[in-house]
């Protein structure tokens, strides 16, 4: 781990125009630099580089950030990778975290794995293109497949030879120790003699790749017809391999899906290697195992669109079911493709060029509510019981996906398709949610009580954590109420940008609860809204505002101006990346950077702030009064309907109550 000090070292250091100029052709304007934006196809420079602010926007797609999540975003490198990465460019010392005996062993044992496993991908891939057996068969059998030499080499194929020990044997000679040759996988034990033999032999050689590029498994393929014989053998689980998460191409298709946008997921090795030489270089395979969570998120960290391909037959149609609602889940959205009858991705590519492939996928590539109530109601035209069955599959599907929107969306169009009532699918949808988040929360409670595990602390660098992960729920932090969203939002600014900043009130000001002693926005605000036990109901919002007292805490006193761009720095250089993206469209300015005439013509905002925070905090107390006044409308409605006499009474006093908070403060706001 990197420790603080280090990090500012770095964050210090770096020159922004210099990191992005690496990968931007940048150009002086004014006091800023102009370049094309790489998130979008870009034809007018719309990038603006700010060397003074350490920052860069684009007015046309709106990616913002600075120099570490630059870097993070155009290279896809985890938060550490990025920090590495600047402190090599600038020549500074990484300081680690001081690691335990414990850590250190676990590190060196974890590097030793990848060494062993890139040495076996080097030695098969010699037998392949140096040996003659190689040659007679391994790349006999990838040439039959149309595979072509640079694809071979580009996927690091090759060849294990019938001889049972030739891997063991060359590893130990050459010094690599027999402990982490089985415990990579690549050999086994014989019980009593202690003798080791290869895992994988007579088998054209799959090496799997983690996202970084480090030879992390193998699977082996068959060359034989013999049904006894395991048509594939592939590594087991170890220290460096876990198949739940990993995908076969990641690491040569990251790039490509995340410029296209868009991820396509097959299933097996030939697949992926035929549509990579065919041109379609977006595509993963989830390598036979049925779709994880993990898969999943690891294919969000480039894109939130996934397109499954399947064969055409019974078993790819089942297969395609089984993904829908687990891709649903994690927030992205999911298309699919059937091939005809007679293909899988591996022949369709061979036999079709790129541009009849995209064609292809384009024009027949379906929403999971069209795909799945075509194929189902093909079995329930004239079963209306099952024909009901069908439009609760799919209508559980629609609770799946998180976004609000998108899922008030699907409500529609389900709705129409199947000709019922919006309001009779939305409550459908509503009541799985509600089972599902019981579920979830019996889970958590069962979690909980359960004896406590400890976790070792080292987490192998090439497998995502809660870092890396997006949240479910949609790409960031879930909007629960819009309504307060904007008075959130507008008191989250002036946290993030003018928090430590005094608040110096005029003797005539009156803002209801006027304070009595020097403060600062951060203090005034939160204690206005203490004050009425109020708390933000937004994530988002939320998340900032714990962790802007949190970090303030741990501050010395300096002053306001150097504490204020400490906890910017905080937030910006976060590694949860959502975090740091909403901060900076938070308190970047909704003009161009280069516009200075136009920063010059107004005031300091900062001038303004013993009105601006009063005023902000009165409206969100205001806009919360408003949805306590509407809530106890439809409770007076209720109660009218029931006839409850006295529970009636009670809920008018309190809308007289309410009204009165309502109308002091719209008062109070219009004196502002």
């Not at 080097?122 to 391994?138: H, P, Q, R």
Request: proline residues 4%; negative net charge.
């Amino acid at each position: 781990m990197i420790d603080r000090a280090t990090v500012d070292r770095i964050l210090d250091a770096v020159r922004i125009e210099e990191v992005i100029g690496d990968f931007v052709t940048l150009r002086k304007r004014g006091a800023n630099y102009l370049g094309l934006c790489p998130f979008h196809q870009d034809k007018n420079p719309s990038m603006s580089v700010s060397s003074t602010k350490g920052i860069f926007k684009c007015f046309a797609c709106g990616k913002a950030g600075n120099a570490v999540s630059f870097l993070m975003e155009h290279e896809h490198l985890t938060y550490a990778e990025a920090l590495r990465y600047l402190a090599k460019k600038y020549h500074i010392e990484i300081v680690e975290k001081e690691e335990t005996a414990e850590e250190i062993a676990h590190r060196m044992r974890y590097e030793s794995l990848l060494v062993v496993t890139e040495y076996a991908q080097k030695f098969y891939s010699d037998i392949l293109w140096n040996t003659e057996v190689g040659k007679a068969i391994g790349l006999s059998y990838f040439r039959e497949r149309k595979f072509s030499d640079e694809t071979i080499r580009k996927f690091g194929l090759g060849y294990a030879t019938s001889r049972p020990l030739t891997l063991c044997d060359r590893a130990v000679k050459d010094g690599y120790k027999k402990e982490y040759l089985v415990d990579a996988g690549l050999c086994l034990e014989r019980e009593g003699s202690g003798e080791l033999y290869d895992r994988f032999f007579d088998r054209v050689m799959f090496p799997i790749h983690s996202i970084s590029g480090r030879v992390i498994a193998f699977g082996g393929r068959t060359l034989k017809t013999d049904k006894s014989v395991a048509k594939y053998v592939n590594s087991p689980q170890s220290d460096i391999y876990d198949k739940s998460r990993s995908l076969y191409g990641i690491f040569q298709a990251k790039n490509s899906i995340a410029k296209e946008d868009k991820c396509i997921l097959v299933e097996g090795y030939a697949d992926v290697i035929s549509m990579h030489q065919a041109g379609v270089t977006n595509v993963v395979a989830s390598s036979g195992t049925s779709l994880t969570v993990e898969q999943i998120r690891l294919i969000k960290r480039f894109t939130d669109k996934v397109t499954i391909i399947y064969d055409g037959d019974a078993a790819g149609v089942k297969a395609a079911l089984r993904g829908i609602d687990l891709v649903l889940e994690e927030g992205l959205s999911v298309k699919v493709v059937l091939l005809p009858p007679e293909d899988d991705p591996d022949t369709f590519a061979k036999s079709h060029n790129l541009i009849e492939i995209r064609e292809y996928i384009e024009e027949n590539e379906k929403d999971f509510i069209s795909f799945k109530s075509d194929l189902l109601l093909q079995e329930s035209e004239r079963d209306p019981v099952r024909r009901a069955q069908v439009i609760g599959d799919i209508v559980q599907s629609v609770s799946m996906v998180a976004d609000p929107i998108l899922r008030n969306i699907y409500v529609e169009m389900v709705a129409e398709k199947f000709d019922q009532k919006t309001d009779s699918i939305l409550a459908k949808v509503s009541e799985y949610r509600r089972k599902r988040r019981a579920l979830e929360r019996s889970r958590r409670r069962f979690e909980e009580q359960r004896p406590a595990v400890p976790i070792p602390e080292t987490v192998a660098p090439d497998i995502p954590d809660a870092v890396d992960t997006v949240p479910a729920g949609n790409a960031g932090y879930a909007l629960s109420d819009s309504y307060l969203a904007v008075p959130e939002r507008e008191l989250a600014y002036y946290l993030l940008k003018f928090g430590e900043y005094p608040l110096h009130f005029e003797a005539d000001m009156y803002y209801g609860s006027e304070p009595t002693e020097e403060t600062t926005v951060s203090r005034y605000i939160r204690d206005a809204l203490s004050d009425d036990e109020l708390v933000f109901v937004n994530d988002l919002y939320r998340t900032i505002f714990d962790r802007y007292f949190a970090f303030t805490a741990t501050l010395p006193e300096e002053k306001y101006e150097e504490k204020q761009e400490k906890v910017i720095r905080y937030f910006t250089s976060s590694e949860d990346r959502f975090l740091a993206q909403a901060v900076f469209d938070l308190i970047l300015e909704n003009h161009p950077l280069t516009v200075r005439t136009y920063e010059e013509s107004i005031p300091p905002e900062s001038q303004a702030l013993a009105r601006t925070v009063p005023k902000s905090v009165l409206l969100y107390k205001l806009r919360i009064t408003e949805q306590q006044c509407t809530s106890t409308n439809a409770e007076i409605k209720k109660a009218q309907r029931g006839g409850d006499t006295e529970t009636l009474r009670d809920l008018v006093r309190r809308l007289q109550l309410l009204n009165k908070v309502k109308n002091r403060l719209s008062k109070e706001l219009n004196r502002l």
